[in-house]
C-alpha cells in the first residue's frame, strides 16, 4: 500500500537561504503523523512545501499525484487543508464567513458540511455572524481547524495548534483531532512543540533537525528513544 | 502587527471617530436640507452636486477596489473610464441603443480592465508600489493618445440617455438627467454591495484582498481574484464615465481628467480602503463643490481642482485614515 | 578605481561631444538638444527624489510651472537678468518642495502619489485665477527672447553644475541618509537618521531641480508660460523620463532625458502614428515596456551590457 502523502528529498528555500535540505517522509491513509524538531527546523517549511507556498524541489506525491509543481490554490482543491502558524483565520471576516472560505472549492450548497462541523464545534453555530477577530485566541485556533474541515479534506497539515493555548483549549483541541481521525478517518501531519501530546495523537512521527530528517520511527519507538526523552520530553 | 491587528477591528467595529464622522454627516445633511428649504438656487446647486458627486463616488470607489486589492493607485483609472465611454460612443454609432451600448460597454470595460490587470500590472506588483504606479501613469497617456488617435481631440454628442426632461418640486427645478444619474451610480454601487457582501466570488475577492497568503491556502486563486477586482473597478469607471458624459452634454478626451482628481479628493476624504467612505466621499466633494462656487467668492469655477487639492491635503494632515477608512500602520 | 576613471572619462567625452555639437548641428537641431538638456534637469532632479529615497512624485510638473512662472514674471515686470531669475526659481521651489515634502512626511508611496498628482492638476490652474498677474489662459512673455545657442548653453552648463551638486550632495552623509531611507525607513530611523529632514530636504532639492529646468523651459518656448504648457502630461513625461533613466547614472538620465525631449519631434515625423497624439501613444508604450522589459531603466542596462561584455 502507497501512502497517501509521499515526500521524497525534498529541498525548500526562501529567496536565496537553503532552509530543507532533503525531507523525505510518508503518512499513510487515515493516520495521524507528527513531525518534531527544535525551534527552526523546518518543520512549518515542510508543511509549506507541501501546500505550495513555499519553493521547493524534490518530489511530492499526494494520492499518487506529484504535487511538486502546483500552487497553494491547486493543492487546496486536491484536498490538502493547510492551518498554518498563527491560525490564519480572516479575522475581518465572520465567523460564517471563514466558513464559507474553507469550503471555497466545494461546489454547491455547503449546509451538510457545516452540519458536520457543527456537531464537534457546537458553539461556532451560535458565534456565526461574530467577527472572527474579535474571538479569544483558542476560539480562532478551533474556528481554524473548523474552517479547514469544511473542505472535508483528505490530508489536514496542522501547524503547532497548541501554540498560545491553555492547557485545557489544548486537551480539547487534540480530543477533537482524534476524533476526527477516529470516526472520519481524516489524515494529519502534525507540527507539534509540545512532543508528549503530538506522540500521544500520532502512530509514527519525523524528528527534524536543521532542514534534515534526522529520526523517524512509530510513536512508541520515538517515546523510548534517548535521545527524543531528552530533547523534546524532558525526562 | 498587533497595533495593525488592533486598530483593523477599531476601525471595523467603529472605532472611537465614528459616532463623531456620523454626527457631522447628519449634520451636514441638515444644512444641505435647511439650505435647500430657505433657497431655490441652494436647493438646485444641491441635487446638482448630489448628482455630479454620485459620479466621482462611483470613479472613487473603482479606485478604492483597485487599491484594497493590490495597494496600488491606479492613475489611468479616469482614463479608462473616457476610453470606455468612446467605446460606448462607437457602439451608439453602429446602431446600437443606448442602453444597449451600456451593458455591453461595462461587460467590455470588466474585460478589458481584468487583462490590464494581468499582462501589465501582475507582472511589475512584486517588484515595487513603485514600479506598478509608474506603469499606470504609462497606461494614462497611452490611453489618451490612443483615444485621440482614434477619435480625435473634437467633441462628440451621444444622445442623452435620460431625456432632457425636468422635474419641478416646490419652486425647485430639478433635471431628470440628475435624478438618473444618481439612480444608475446607486444601483451599481449596490449591486457591487451584493457581489462582495453576498456572493461566493465577492468572498473570496475579498480573503484574496485581506490575506492573500491565507486565501491561496484554501483554494482562492489570488491572482485571479485580484485581477477580477481591477475589471470590476474598471466597469465603475466605464459606469462613471457614461454618467459623465452627459452631464458634460460632450464627449471629449479630458472628460474624465478633472474628475479623477474630485474621485482621488473623495476617496482620500472617506478613507482609501473603504469603499463606503469613497461614496459618501464623493457626495460630500460633489455638493460642496458647487456650493462654494457658488456662494464663496474667493473660489470661482478654476479653482476646482485646488479645491479638491486642498480637500486632500487637509484630510492627510487632520485625519490621514479618512471619515471611514482605516489607520494605515506605519509606525516610523 | 578603474570604474573611478571610467566615470571621469565618461563626463569628459559628455561635456566634449556637447561643447562641439552646436557647432556642427543646425540652429533647429541645437535647439533640440537644449531641450534635452531642459529635461535632462527636471529627470535629474526626480532621479534624486525617487532612486535615492523611494519616494514618488507625479507633480514636477508644477514645481517646473512656479520655476517657469517666476522667470518668465520677473523678466516682464523687472526685466531681471535670465540666469538671475532662474536662482531666485531654484531657490523659491526649493522652499515649494520642502511645504510639499511636509505632508508627505506622513505619507505612504500611494499617498504622496496621490497628492503630487493633484498638485501636478492644480498649480498650472492658478494662472487663470490671479490672471491679471499670472496672464491668465494667455500667458506670460519674457521681456525678450533668447537664442537657440543662448539656451544651448545655459541649458546645458546648468545641467553640469546641478549634476556636479547633485554628485556632492549624495556621495556623503546624505546620500548614504537618502538611500537609508528608501531601502528601510525603520533601519534608518533606528541607525539614528533624522527621517523627517531628509525626507523633506529630498523633495527640496528635487523641487528646486524642477524649477530650474521650468524657467528654461519657458525660455525654450519663446519666453512664453502659459497653463497649458504645463499640463498634467509634463508631469507623466518627467516621470517617465525617470523611468526610462533608471537609478543613479548619467547616461540613463541623459538617455531618460533625451527620450522625453526628443520624441515629440522625432515622432511627428513618424508615419501613421505622427499625429500631434501620436506621441504619447509612443511615450505610454514606452514606459509600460520599459517597467516590463528593464526593471533598472537605461541604467540598468548598461549595466547589463557591461557585465556581459566582461563575462
Ligand atoms: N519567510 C522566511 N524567509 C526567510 N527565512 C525563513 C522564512 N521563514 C522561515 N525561515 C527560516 O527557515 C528556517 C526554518 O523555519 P521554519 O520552517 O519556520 O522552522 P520551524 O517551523 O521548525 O520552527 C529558520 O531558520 C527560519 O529562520
Ligand atoms: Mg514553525
Redesign the interface.
Known amino acids: 500500500m502507497t501512502a497517501l502523502l509521499e515526500l521524497q528529498d525534498v529541498e525548500a528555500r526562501y529567496g536565496p537561504v537553503h532552509v530543507l535540505h532533503g525531507i523525505s517522509l510518508a503518512v499513510e491513509e487515515g493516520s495521524v503523523v507528527a513531525v518534531l524538531g527544535p525551534n527552526g527546523a523546518g518543520k512549518t517549511t515542510t508543511l509549506r512545501a507541501v501546500s505550495g507556498t513555499v519553493r521547493r524541489a524534490g518530489r511530492i506525491r499526494f494520492a499518487g499525484r506529484p504535487l511538486d509543481r502546483l500552487g497553494p490554490a491547486a493543492v487546496a482543491r486536491l484536498g490538502v487543508a493547510h492551518v498554518p502558524e498563527g491560525r490564519g483565520t480572516f479575522s475581518e471576516l465572520t465567523v460564517w464567513e471563514n466558513l464559507r472560505l474553507g469550503a471555497y472549492t466545494r461546489r454547491g450548497s455547503i449546509q451538510p458540511e457545516l452540519e458536520r462541523v457543527f456537531t464537534y464545534f457546537p458553539w461556532l453555530s451560535d458565534r456565526r455572524r461574530q467577527q472572527a477577530g474579535t474571538l479569544s485566541g483558542g476560539e480562532q485556533q478551533m474556528l481554524a481547524l473548523a474552517r479547514a474541515f469544511v473542505l472535508r479534506p483528505r490530508l489536514l497539515l496542522l501547524d503547532e495548534p497548541s501554540l498560545g493555548l491553555a492547557p485545557v483549549l489544548v486537551a480539547e483541541l487534540f480530543r477533537i483531532v482524534r476524533e476526527l481521525n477516529e470516526k472520519e478517518g481524516l489524515t494529519v501531519l502534525l507540527v507539534e512543540q509540545n512532543a508528549h501530546l503530538a506522540l500521544q495523537a500520532a502512530v509514527a512521527g519525523y524528528v527534524l533537525e536543521a532542514g534534515r530528517v534526522v529520526l523517524s520511527g512509530s510513536s512508541d519507538e520515538l517515546r523510548a528513544d534517548d535521545s527524543v526523552r531528552r530533547s523534546y520530553l524532558g525526562y | 502587527m498587533v497595533t495593525a491587528a488592533t486598530s483593523r477591528l477599531e476601525g471595523l467595529r467603529g472605532g472611537a471617530g465614528f459616532p463623531l464622522v456620523s454626527l457631522v454627516l447628519v449634520a451636514c445633511a441638515a444644512g444641505l436640507l435647511v439650505g435647500s428649504l430657505r433657497s431655490a438656487t441652494f436647493a438646485q446647486l444641491t441635487v446638482q452636486g448630489l448628482a455630479l458627486g454620485a459620479v466621482y463616488g462611483i470613479l472613487a470607489l473603482a479606485l478604492v477596489l483597485v487599491y484594497r486589492a493590490t495597494r496600488v493607485i491606479n492613475f489611468a483609472q479616469g482614463e479608462l473610464a473616457m476610453a470606455t465611454t468612446y467605446i460606448a460612443y462607437q457602439l451608439i454609432q453602429w446602431g446600437l441603443s443606448y442602453w444597449e451600448a451600456f451593458v455591453a460597454t461595462l461587460a467590455i470595460a470588466l474585460v478589458l480592465g481584468t487583462v490590464l490587470e494581468l499582462t501589465l500590472i501582475r507582472p511589475v506588483l512584486h517588484r515595487s508600489g513603485i514600479a506598478a504606479v509608474i506603469v499606470t501613469v504609462g497606461l494614462f497617456v497611452l490611453i489618451d493618445g490612443i483615444v485621440n488617435w482614434i477619435w480625435g481631440g473634437d467633441f462628440k454628442s451621444m444622445p442623452s440617455p435620460f431625456g432632457t426632461k425636468i422635474y419641478h418640486v416646490g419652486g425647485v427645478s430639478i433635471a431628470r438627467l440628475y435624478v438618473g444619474m444618481f439612480v444608475v451610480v446607486v444601483v451599481s454601487a449596490l449591486l457591487v454591495w451584493v457581489l462582495f457582501r453576498f456572493t461566493k466570488l465577492g468572498l473570496g475577492m475579498r480573503a484574496a484582498a485581506l490575506r492573500p497568503a491565507e486565501a491561496a491556502l484554501v483554494g482562492v486563486r489570488v491572482d485571479w481574484m485580484l485581477a477580477v477586482g481591477w475589471g470590476l473597478a474598471a466597469l465603475l469607471g466605464a459606469v462613471a464615465g457614461l454618467m459623465a458624459e452627459p452631464s458634460q452634454f460632450f464627449l471629449q478626451p479630458t472628460l474624465m481628467q478633472p474628475i479623477l482628481v474630485y474621485a482621488f479628493a473623495a476617496a482620500v476624504l472617506g478613507g482609501l480602503d473603504s469603499p463606503a467612505g469613497a461614496l459618501i466621499g464623493g457626495l460630500a466633494i460633489g455638493v460642496s463643490l458647487n456650493l462654494v462656487v457658488q456662494y464663496v467668492p474667493a473660489i470661482s469655477s478654476e479653482l476646482q481642482e485646488p479645491f479638491a487639492f486642498a480637500v486632500i491635503i487637509a484630510v492627510l494632515l487632520l485625519k490621514p485614515s479618512g471619515l471611514f477608512g482605516h489607520q494605515e500602520v506605519r509606525r516610523v | 578605481m578603474r570604474s573611478r576613471i571610467a566615470t571621469v572619462a565618461s563626463l569628459l567625452i559628455a561635456a566634449a561631444v556637447l561643447s562641439v555639437l552646436p557647432f556642427v548641428i543646425s540652429d533647429y537641431n541645437v535647439s533640440l538638444v537644449a531641450r534635452v538638456g531642459v529635461f535632462f534637469i527636471a529627470v535629474l532632479g526626480l532621479d534624486i527624489l525617487?532612486g535615492y529615497t523611494?519616494q514618488?512624485s507625479?507633480g514636477h510638473g508644477a514645481f517646473m510651472a512656479i520655476g517657469g512662472y517666476t522667470t518668465a514674471v520677473l523678466s516682464r515686470d523687472h526685466d531681471t537678468n535670465l540666469i538671475v531669475t532662474m536662482l531666485i526659481a531654484f531657490a523659491i521651489c526649493f522652499v515649494v518642495g520642502l511645504l510639499v515634502g511636509l505632508?508627505a512626511l506622513?505619507?505612504?508611496?500611494?499617498?504622496l502619489?496621490?497628492?503630487t498628482?493633484?498638485?501636478a492638476?492644480?498649480v498650472p490652474?492658478?494662472p487663470?485665477?490671479w490672471s491679471s498677474f499670472l496672464g491668465g489662459r494667455d500667458g506670460v512673455q519674457t521681456s525678450h527672447e533668447v537664442s537657440n545657442l543662448w539656451l544651448y548653453g545655459v541649458a546645458w552648463a546648468a545641467s553640469a553644475v546641478l549634476f556636479v551638486l547633485a554628485w556632492l550632495i549624495l556621495r556623503g552623509r546624505v546620500g548614504r541618509a537618502f538611500r537609508a531611507v528608501r531601502d528601510s525607513?525603520?533601519a534608518a530611523?533606528a541607525s539614528g537618521i533624522e527621517?523627517p529632514v531628509y525626507k523633506t530636504l529630498a523633495f527640496g532639492i528635487s523641487a528646486a531641480y524642477a524649477g530650474v529646468a521650468g524657467s528654461l523651459f519657458v525660455l525654450a518656448n519663446n519666453g512664453f508660460a502659459a497653463p497649458d504648457e504645463f499640463g498634467?502630461?509634463l508631469s507623466?513625461?518627467i516621470?517617465?523620463g525617470a523611468?526610462v533613466a533608471g537609478l543613479g547614472s548619467l547616461w540613463g538620465v541623459l538617455a531618460g532625458a533625451a527620450f522625453v525631449g526628443l520624441l515629440p519631434s522625432v515622432s511627428s515625423s513618424v508615419p501613421v502614428?505622427g499625429?500631434?497624439?501620436?506621441?504619447?501613444?509612443?511615450?505610454?508604450?514606452?514606459?509600460?515596456l520599459v517597467?516590463?522589459l528593464l526593471?533598472d531603466g537605461f541604467a540598468g542596462l548598461l549595466t547589463r551590457i557591461r557585465r556581459l561584455a566582461r563575462a
Not at chain 3, 106 to 111: E, F, K, M, P
Open positions: 525617487t523611494g514618488i507625479i505632508p506622513r505619507l505612504s508611496g500611494a499617498y502619489a496621490l497628492v498628482f493633484a498638485l492638476v492644480s490652474l492658478l487663470l485665477k525607513e525603520i530611523v527621517l498634467v502630461v507623466l513625461q516621470l517617465i523611468a502614428i499625429s500631434t497624439h501620436g506621441q504619447d501613444v509612443v511615450f505610454g508604450a514606452a514606459v509600460i517597467m516590463l526593471p
